[in-house]
């Protein structure tokens, strides 16, 4: 019988691309999705047909419980959260009701519906995985970051994070539940929300190409990221949540670049010198900024022998050529108020 997984987050990037890669595998998907007309579930089903879906949302315990009961997953895979740094200061409780608690949500959900007591062992369990995020490191005390670097998290996101990402291990603990984080670096890809540093870049000079505007406004570009592509990342989950023992990883590439030479290279790209268009706006800076983030994924390659193949350099010029065929069909994603 074909395995069972049930994907919070199943209307974001990685759920589409985790899907993709699980019915590749033979899965039986299905998707958590909440509101009573959410138009990005429509979007979703136009992508990925045969992705089952089930409503609920992780701010309701009872409706977590019943996506449970009525899917009966092998596995879960909690990506769901509010998860643009930016809006965690503006709505900051709301950010921790879905993105920390959300996570104690799904946990009891399924250690009620397997009927865990403490102490229990994880054999034939539901087997768990939580998307935690390098944001957690925060003010970084050393580089590169590894499963043991201290959390310094700088924003609300991050410190929700935390939580999720302690109460995994928690219950792993506690209850010995098969439950894992990874640690997850940036990723990104075409289908990357518009608010995003990268996707705002690749549409950006994507618009200029062609004509549709005349400058970009950003923020900080001197902060420095470790930019993966989301396809490689969804594989490192998988492969997490199929190892012998839960432990959790590190996710990344294991390389640095600034926001500067993003711009530069997605600006090359689309055949643009970025200087003549790009003006800062010190409105786009963060409250408390987190300035380098750099992963060291070397347990992740030699316990799960997952590597990344996108290069950075591969990943901005697959952006760009994205969003510069979906803006000459007339199509432009709203970047809201976010940007
Ligand atoms: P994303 O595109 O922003 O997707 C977030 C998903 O969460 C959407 O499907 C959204 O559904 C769902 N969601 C929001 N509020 C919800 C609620 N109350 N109940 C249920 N679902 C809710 O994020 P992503 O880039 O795919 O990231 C996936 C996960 O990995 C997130 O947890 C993120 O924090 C974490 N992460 C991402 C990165 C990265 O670089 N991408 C790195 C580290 C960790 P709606 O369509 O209904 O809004
Ligand atoms: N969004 C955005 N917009 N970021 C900008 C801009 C701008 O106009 N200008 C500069 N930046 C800088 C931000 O200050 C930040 O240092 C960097 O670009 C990356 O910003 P985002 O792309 O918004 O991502 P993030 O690093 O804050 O968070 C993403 O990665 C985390 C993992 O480290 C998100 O996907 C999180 O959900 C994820 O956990």
Redesign the pocket.
């Known amino acids: 019988m074909a395995r069972r997984a049930l994907i919070t987050g199943i209307t974001g990037?990685d759920g589409s691309y985790l899907a993709e890669h699980l019915l590749g595998l033979g899965y039986e998907v299905w998707g958590l999705a909440r509101g009573q007309a959410n138009p990005r579930v429509s979007r979703m089903r136009k992508l990925l047909s045969d992705v089952q879906v089930v409503r609920g949302d992780l701010l309701d315990q009872g409706s977590l419980i019943s996506a449970v009961e009525r899917v009966q997953p092998d596995e879960v895979y909690n990506l769901g959260?509010i998860?643009?740094?930016?809006m965690s200061w503006e709505q900051a409780e709301l950010t921790a009701e879905v993105t920390g608690m959300g996570v104690l949500r799904m946990l009891e959900a399924i250690r009620v519906c397997s009927g865990v007591s403490r102490g229990g062992s994880s054999s034939g369990q539901i087997r768990f995985y939580q998307?935690?995020?390098?944001?957690?490191?925060g003010q970084v005390s050393e580089t590169p970051q590894t499963e043991r670097t201290a959390f310094h998290p700088r924003?609300p996101?991050?410190v929700a994070?935390a939580y999720g990402h302690f109460l995994t291990q928690n219950y792993r603990e506690s209850y010995g539940m098969f439950a894992v984080s990874g640690i997850?670096?940036?990723?990104?890809s075409p289908r990357?929300?518009a608010?995003?540093?990268?996707?705002?870049?690749s549409l950006g000079a994507a618009r200029i190409k062609l004509g549709l505007a005349t400058e970009?406004?950003?923020?900080?570009?001197e902060?420095?990221?470790?930019w993966g592509f989301a396809g490689d990342y969804v594989k490192a989950m998988h492969l997490m949540v199929q190892s012998g023992r839960p432990e959790d990883y590190v996710i990344g590439t294991g390389r640095m670049k600034s926001?500067r030479e993003?711009v530069e290279a997605a600006f090359a790209a689309a055949g643009l010198d970025w200087e003549r268009y790009v003006v800062?706006?010190q409105a786009?800076?963060?409250p408390a900024?987190?300035?380098l983030?750099c992963a060291d994924p070397k347990k992740a390659r030699a316990q799960l022998g997952w590597e990344p193949h996108v290069s950075f350099d591969e990943l901005v010029a697959m952006m760009v050529d994205a969003d510069l065929r979906l803006l000459s069909t007339g199509h432009d994603p709203d970047d809201g108020s976010?940007?």
Request: net charge positive; glycine share 6%; charged share 30%.
């Open positions: 990037q959260a998860s643009f740094v930016p998307a935690s995020s390098s944001e957690m490191f924003s996101y991050g994070k997850l670096f940036n990723h990104e990357r929300g608010e995003f540093v990268t996707r705002k870049v970009l406004r950003l923020g900080n570009l902060a420095r990221r470790d926001v993003l800062t706006d786009l800076h963060r900024e987190v300035d983030l976010w940007s």
